[in-house]
């Protein structure tokens, strides 16, 4: 497989190119070249229904010729080591768990995999590669979890001071060891800006003698590329599940779009009988966009569901490369709805009492898109990616359910840890400083 720019005006990439460069040098996003015509059906024959075996087969769709079938298959069983369980909430609406690894978000899919095909392709005895990171929230957690420990890997993870959970926070800050967490002045915006800077001077840095810089960000192909499994997944789980051909509206709440992009990949790779939803909170830029054809970034606003506050999503454009510019096409298979904080925890109360079930704050976005959606679709059974465990956002949750939830082990673990963090000025120079030591 090669990858190309979503700008086209960079040369194409290896998937070891583009695992290491992490952003294309004309700045646009690495998009594979063409998309394997998957079998929806015929995934699951030999492949039963566990969920690596499958992603497995999915994934080597997309890196089979540059890795070899077999390999791919060790790499998913290797790095999506745990369970996806689909829980029904009423008889249209599903809920699929991505919060089952070490960090109980779903960004653990995309950095496990990302961090063991960093080890499949790095040189043992070569310069040491850093991992720079800019976080919202959960993908700090996820990739320094990932990382932490690999020999000449360093992760350097970036986060808006103040903006993330003290246990977000937490998951990543008292690692130590190979990862560095620098707490950024600013909002997520002027992370995500740091690192595309520091990557830019890196591409045009030809005496560098500080090692490889790559990303591990939902910009890297890496990570995006295994966040098409899960679709693929819960797609034949209801067909199972309803014993007839049920067509399916994914609501995926988003942020910064990484997991909708992959969705509407995997519908352009095969997933037949799919549309999807765009579940925002009042981060509403492409919501807005998906209504008026006008897309118009602006700085974010902070809300419960801080994962998603995003202003200037980046994998908007491999949405946009996806449909090559057709925007008719792209609204048949997407809309998009926002959902507001009192809307949210409202969710969270009722399906609380109704069901017994709690929703973490992104989930209960989705699941409050998907109610308002639902009966525009009567044809479609609901699934919305449930993106976080509402442990983490146990701030929000547990006033409005007015229970404790209790704590799983993993976060006990680091919540009881030293915290180590750097707090630098928003600037290019304070960063390089960081990175060049
Ligand atoms: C990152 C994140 C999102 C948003 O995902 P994107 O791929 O950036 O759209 C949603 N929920 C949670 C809990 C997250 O950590």
Same mark, same amino acid.
């Given at each position: 497989?090669?990858?190309?720019?979503?700008?086209?005006?960079?040369?194409?990439?290896?998937?070891?190119?583009?695992?290491?460069?992490?952003?294309?040098?004309?700045?646009?996003?690495?998009?594979?070249?063409?998309?394997?015509?998957?079998?929806?059906? /015929?995934?699951?024959?030999?492949?039963?229904?566990? &969920?690596?075996?499958?992603?497995?087969?999915?994934?080597?769709?997309?890196?089979?010729? /540059?890795?070899?079938? %077999?390999?791919?298959?060790?790499?998913?069983?290797?790095?999506?080591?745990?369970?996806? $369980?689909?829980?029904?909430?009423?008889?249209?609406?599903?809920?699929?768990?991505?919060?089952?690894?070490?960090?109980?978000?779903?960004?653990?899919?995309?950095?496990?995999?990302?961090?063991?095909?960093?080890?499949?392709?790095?040189?043992?005895?070569?310069?040491?590669?850093?991992?720079?990171?800019?976080?919202?929230?959960?993908?700090?957690?996820?990739?320094?979890?990932?990382?932490?420990?690999?020999?000449?890997?360093? @992760?350097?993870?970036?986060? $808006?001071?103040?903006?993330?959970?003290?246990?977000?926070?937490?998951?990543?800050?008292?690692?130590?060891? *190979?990862?560095?967490?620098?707490?950024?002045?600013?909002?997520?915006?002027?992370?995500?800006?740091?690192?595309? %800077? @520091?990557?830019?001077?890196?591409?045009? #840095?030809?005496?560098?003698? *500080?090692?490889?810089?790559?990303?591990?960000?939902?910009?890297?192909?890496?990570?995006?590329?295994?966040?098409?499994?899960?679709?693929?997944?819960? &797609?034949?789980?209801?067909?199972?599940?309803?014993?007839?051909?049920?067509?399916?509206?994914?609501?995926?709440?988003?942020?910064?779009?990484?997991?909708?992009?992959?969705?509407?990949?995997?519908?352009?790779?095969?997933?037949?009988?799919?549309?999807?939803?765009?579940?925002?909170?009042?981060?509403?830029?492409?919501?807005?966009?998906?209504?008026?054809?006008?897309?118009?970034?602006?700085?974010?606003?902070?809300?419960?569901?801080?994962?998603?506050?995003?202003? #200037?999503?980046?994998?908007?454009?491999?949405?946009?490369?996806?449909?090559?510019?057709?925007?008719?096409?792209?609204?048949?298979?997407?809309?998009?709805?926002?959902?507001?904080?009192?809307?949210?925890?409202?969710? +969270?109360?009722?399906?609380?009492? %109704?069901?017994?079930?709690?929703?973490?704050?992104?989930? @209960?976005?989705?699941?409050?898109?998907?109610?308002?959606?639902?009966?525009?679709?009567?044809?479609?059974?609901?699934?919305?990616?449930?993106?976080?465990?509402?442990?983490?956002?146990? *701030?929000?949750?547990? $006033?409005? +359910?007015? %229970?404790?939830?209790?704590? $799983?082990?993993?976060?006990?673990?680091?919540?009881?840890?030293?915290?180590?963090?750097?707090?630098?000025?928003?600037?290019?120079?304070?960063?390089?400083?960081?990175?060049?030591?």
């Amino acid at each position: 497989m090669e990858f190309v720019s979503t700008r086209g005006n960079s040369p194409s990439a290896s998937l070891r190119e583009a695992l290491f460069l992490g952003m294309a040098p004309d700045g646009g996003l690495f998009m594979p070249r063409f998309y394997p015509a998957l079998d929806a059906i /015929s995934l699951r024959e030999p492949q039963g229904q566990e &969920w690596d075996e499958l992603a497995g087969a999915v994934l080597a769709g997309f890196l089979g010729d /540059s890795l070899g079938t %077999e390999t791919v298959t060790n790499l998913a069983h290797r790095a999506l080591n745990f369970p996806v $369980p689909m829980v029904q909430l009423s008889e249209r609406v599903h809920v699929l768990e991505l919060f089952h690894g070490p960090t109980l978000a779903f960004k653990d899919v995309g950095a496990r995999f990302l961090a063991s095909l960093l080890t499949h392709y790095r040189n043992p005895s070569g310069p040491p590669v850093t991992v720079l990171t800019a976080t919202s929230g959960d993908t700090g957690g996820a990739v320094a979890h990932a990382l932490h420990g690999l020999d000449g890997v360093r @992760a350097v993870v970036l986060f $808006p001071d103040g903006r993330v959970t003290p246990r977000q926070e937490r998951q990543f800050s008292t690692l130590g060891g *190979n990862v560095v967490s620098v707490a950024v002045q600013g909002d997520f915006d002027d992370c995500q800006r740091l690192a595309k %800077e @520091a990557f830019r001077v890196e591409a045009t #840095n030809t005496t560098d003698t *500080n090692g490889i810089l790559t990303s591990a960000n939902s910009i890297n192909v890496a990570r995006f590329l295994p966040q098409t499994t899960y679709f693929f997944y819960a &797609w034949l789980r209801l067909q199972v599940f309803f014993k007839t051909r049920t067509n399916v509206l994914f609501s995926v709440p988003s942020g910064n779009f990484g997991n909708l992009a992959a969705g509407l990949l995997a519908k352009a790779s095969g997933l037949p009988d799919t549309s999807f939803l765009a579940a925002t909170n009042v981060n509403d830029v492409v919501p807005e966009y998906l209504q008026t054809g006008v897309f118009s970034p602006r700085p974010s606003v902070t809300t419960m569901s801080t994962a998603m506050d995003v202003g #200037n999503p980046s994998n908007l454009d491999r949405i946009v490369h996806l449909y090559g510019r057709d925007f008719g096409r792209l609204r048949q298979d997407l809309v998009g709805q926002r959902v507001t904080d009192e809307e949210t925890s409202s969710c +969270i109360g009722r399906i609380h009492r %109704e069901t017994g079930y709690v929703p973490d704050p992104h989930t @209960a976005v989705g699941l409050v898109a998907l109610e308002k959606h639902l009966e525009l679709h009567p044809d479609h059974v609901g699934v919305v990616l449930a993106t976080a465990h509402p442990a983490k956002f146990a *701030n929000v949750v547990e $006033p409005v +359910i007015g %229970e404790e939830i209790p704590l $799983p082990a993993a976060l006990i673990r680091c919540l009881e840890s030293e915290r180590q963090v750097i707090p630098i000025e928003p600037r290019l120079e304070a960063l390089q400083e960081i990175l060049g030591d």
